[in-house]
């Protein structure tokens, strides 16, 4: 586990299928501990949470449950999501306990809407230190660039776009990102020309 930005950390797993990286992220906050969208993790890294300390688990959609309960078992923390997206989770065996809603906040984060992918994802702003967390609406492929899931795993792609739109206005100099590599400077990229838009795959 490596510290990637003051207080944010993470973690990688390999997903030989996609081939990048799936990422989970624990951020450390005096209200206590937000660890988003947890992946597998080795013993060193379980031990490294347990240490740390969890206090939430949130998941920004449906199919980010991966470890979360392995890390509930072994914190105690309750897991969040949106209750649209809550059903495929506890379909997976995934016991939910808070829901996130749409302009309140969970820890230092605001909690945006970023319908479209799946119906209940949603995207994590810490306004104060502008760091945006997406999990799904798009991925860090290749590394230093976004780019959209295929059209087969997307549930609503017009929906998605409008959502993309609404994040790329938001106020980030960082972004981090569920699957494939972050973006740790985003408006040093923006100033060499480059876009924030997540641009289709295809």
């Known amino acids: 586990m490596r510290e990637i930005l003051e207080g944010i950390f ?5 997903s030989q299928r996609h081939g990048y990286d799936f990422n989970g992220y624990l951020v450390r906050h005096p209200g206590g501990n937000v660890c988003v969208d947890p992946v597998e993790m080795a013993p060193e890294v379980e031990g490294e949470l347990a240490s740390l300390g969890v206090d939430r688990i949130v998941l920004t959609n449906r199919n980010h449950f991966r470890a979360s309960m392995k890390l509930k078992e072994r914190s105690g923390a309750p897991i969040a999501i949106h209750p649209a997206d809550a059903g495929f989770a506890r379909e997976k065996g995934t016991r939910i306990d808070e829901e996130l809603r749409p302009g309140e906040r969970v820890g230092p984060f605001q909690i945006v809407a970023s319908p479209g992918k799946s119906p209940g994802e949603v995207a994590l702003h810490w306004v104060e230190r502008r760091i945006l967390v997406v999990g799904d609406a798009c991925v860090g492929k ?17 929906r998605l776009a409008v959502s993309l ?24 990229r923006r100033s060499a020309g480059s876009s924030r838009d997540c641009p289709d795959e295809g």
């Open 10 to 14: 993470t973690w990688p797993w390999f």
């Open 142 to 158: 290749p590394p230093g660039e976004c780019a959209l899931l295929p059209d087969a795993v997307i549930d609503d792609k017009p």
């Open 165 to 188: 739109r609404t994040l790329a206005a938001l106020d980030f100099d960082a972004l981090l990102l569920g699957d494939g590599a972050p973006i740790l400077e985003v408006d040093a």
